[in-house]
């Protein structure tokens, strides 16, 4: 079949869309699809490599850059110009995808996918959130594709048929994770400015991820502080954030800690890091840490973190806060489950796999071996298949 993925978005970006929609791309493709991707020009000065080569894809598929409009006012104006130039950008993808003979048009953007449909095209709607300004979109959708229970659970809600609704979670690529280094290796290469006798005693939990504030980061800080008092070399590193911005939010935590504790929270934030590098990062870490905000619904019951199923393939123990969303793929056997926002319990829980190896190991690998159900062939497939049906 040939497939036709509008992303009416930024890319490359270091956001994890990006990665999701290359993967698929890719995956498509290799089930013997032709695909194509078209996006919208976006200025995108911290990033010079091209889509292939930044998200280690085969370049198996056609991507092309849409020329469009791209312009920033700041300030209270911000989202404004978001809105107003992914109108423009979204109407220039339509009138370019009404130029192709595609067999399916592919999209995570609802007013595109709305467009076309009304043009009687073959239109598979991949739905990330709800929102119920919205609902009245949805029920124009005769295929979705819902990346949590969740998520279906609130568009059936809303009056989308069950029917049109497949659940696909996301996923990850195990090759990526298959690397022929141990963790000492992989704690030199990656923390070569420590001091490396002394820093050999430390047990390291890591989080991989941006820093925004529905992702549960405000407990970070505690955790820390909390960790250095039942163990001074049982440290929390930070991998995550985008811009400035994020990188304030985390520091103001900082903030609340004594000046002798901050060595036990070390920020390194995304900009310094490609995404390449997550496999090394999972290898050289002794725990890995998924966190929500379970008063945020995105959190709650929508997302389908690419970090939880990468921790997965990782062969890293996971501690993760108990939300629905994560539960849909976690649970005791794989993973060591902690009250959202206890900060208290999920220090408490990290140090308990840092004193107990066997028993950590043992859930990584049942993660390890549940996650095989989750690579992005395997989606690929689910949802080829439920569009044949």
């Known amino acids: 079949m040939r497939i036709l993925y509008l992303a009416n978005l930024r890319l490359p970006t270091e956001k994890a869309y990006g990665i999701q929609i290359a993967k698929m791309c890719e995956a498509f493709a290799n089930i013997g699809h032709e695909v194509k991707l078209l996006y919208p020009y976006r200025k995108n000065t911290g990033i010079k490599q091209d889509l292939f080569s930044y998200y280690s894809v085969r370049n198996n598929f056609s991507a092309r850059r849409i020329e469009s409009k791209d312009f920033y006012l700041p300030g209270f104006l911000d989202k404004i110009t978001f809105v107003v130039k992914n109108y423009f950008s979204a109407r220039i993808l339509v009138s370019e995808a009404l130029k192709e003979n595609a067999d399916i048009y592919y999209t995570r953007d609802e007013r595109i996918a709305y467009i076309l449909n009304k043009k009687d095209k073959n239109v598979v709607f991949e739905c990330h959130r709800f929102s119920s300004k919205k ?69 390291i939990a890591v989080y991989v991820g941006h820093l925004y504030l529905w992702k549960g980061v ?63 990062i999972l290898k050289a870490a002794d725990c890995a840490i998924l966190t929500g905000n379970e008063s945020e619904v995105i959190s709650a019951k929508y997302t389908s973190p690419l970090k939880m199923f990468e921790y997965m393939a990782s062969g890293c123990p996971i501690v993760a806060q108990d939300l629905p969303s994560f539960r849909e793929v976690l649970n005791n056997e794989n993973s060591f489950l902690v009250t959202p ?49």
């Open 135 to 203: 609902k009245g979109l949805y029920l124009y959708f005769k295929k979705i594709v819902a990346i949590s229970n969740g998520l279906k659970e609130d568009l059936v809600k809303s009056g989308v048929k069950d029917g049109n609704i497949l659940v696909a979670r996301d996923g990850v690529d195990l090759d990526n994770f298959n690397i022929a280094i141990n963790q000492v290796e992989a704690r030199k290469k990656l923390y070569s400015e420590f001091h490396w006798e002394a820093f050999a005693r430390k047990k």
């Open 341 to 389: 926002g206890n900060a208290k319990e999920l220090a408490d829980k990290i140090s308990y796999i840092f004193e107990n190896e066997e028993e950590a190991k043992n859930k990584a690998a049942k993660a390890l071996d549940d996650v095989q159900n989750y690579t992005w062939r395997k989606r690929a497939e689910k949802i080829i298949s439920y569009l044949q049906n």
């Open 218 to 280: 405000g407990v970070f800080s505690e955790t820390a502080e909390r960790l250095s008092g039942i163990n001074p070399n049982y440290l929390l590193f930070v991998f995550g954030g985008t811009n400035k911005k994020d990188s304030n939010i985390l520091k103001e935590e900082l903030k609340n800690i004594e000046n002798k504790l901050h060595p036990n929270l070390v920020p390194i934030f995304y900009g310094n890091f490609p995404h390449q590098a997550v496999p090394h």
